[in-house]
């Protein structure tokens, strides 16, 4: 029987890199960081911090008669069982350091992997295969350009920009609170 709650699922992890920084530089270390996750089992403390934030986050949810209406018609309508939401944090708690290093060597492998530069055109390696994606003939493609009642504004070059007034300091030795109790209930809007 297929179970229909599985997906494929991803992991997904991207860097914006700063000026000077190569795109090349960035993508190895994220390579490292993806093979430390994969390389390195999980610590006891990062394994108990992983499923206290599962369990909070599922006891939050059921606060409420809404949260716990939901956990019940979800566990009845999709696994057919209204305890199911119980097992599965049973087995969330179940769960080991080696478990984790067995999915993580298995999904995290680098031929699992696919990488997505987003580069300006001029930067496009010359020996770069473009994948085009055929787009239907009544879609209309154009360039991005900004609505002409929208103003374009950039920074002042640094020498000539305002600079923000200086901070004025207030003598607070006053101990008079800045607003008095009312004089009658019905200052409020309450009846006396």
């Given at each position: 029987m297929i179970d229909s709650k599985q997906s494929t699922g991803n992991l997904v992890v991207y860097a914006i890199m700063a000026g000077g920084k190569s795109v090349d530089a960035g993508e190895a270390a994220l390579k490292r960081e993806i093979a430390r996750l994969r390389d390195a089992p999980v610590t006891p403390a990062e394994l108990a911090e992983a499923k206290n934030e599962i369990l909070t986050a599922s006891?939050?949810?059921r606060e409420t008669a809404e949260g716990k209406a939901s956990t019940l018609a979800s566990s009845v309508i999709v696994d057919g069982d209204p305890r199911a939401a119980d097992r599965q944090l049973a087995?969330?708690?179940?769960?080991t350091a080696a478990d984790i290093q067995c999915v993580a060597r298995t999904y995290l492998a680098d031929a699992q992997s696919a990488t997505i530069r987003y580069l300006p055109l001029d930067a496009k390696p010359a020996a770069t295969r473009v994948a085009t994606i055929d787009v239907a003939p009544t879609v209309?493609?154009?360039?991005?350009?900004?609505?002409?009642?929208?103003?374009?504004?950039?920074?002042a070059a640094e020498g000539q920009r305002v600079l923000p007034p200086a901070p004025r300091y207030t003598d607070f030795a006053d101990p008079t609170p800045a607003?008095?109790?009312p004089s009658s209930p019905m200052a409020c809007g309450l009846s006396p």
């Open positions: 006891i939050i949810a087995a969330i708690a179940q769960v209309r493609v154009a360039d991005l350009k900004a609505p002409a009642s929208v103003e374009i504004v950039t920074p607003r008095s109790r």
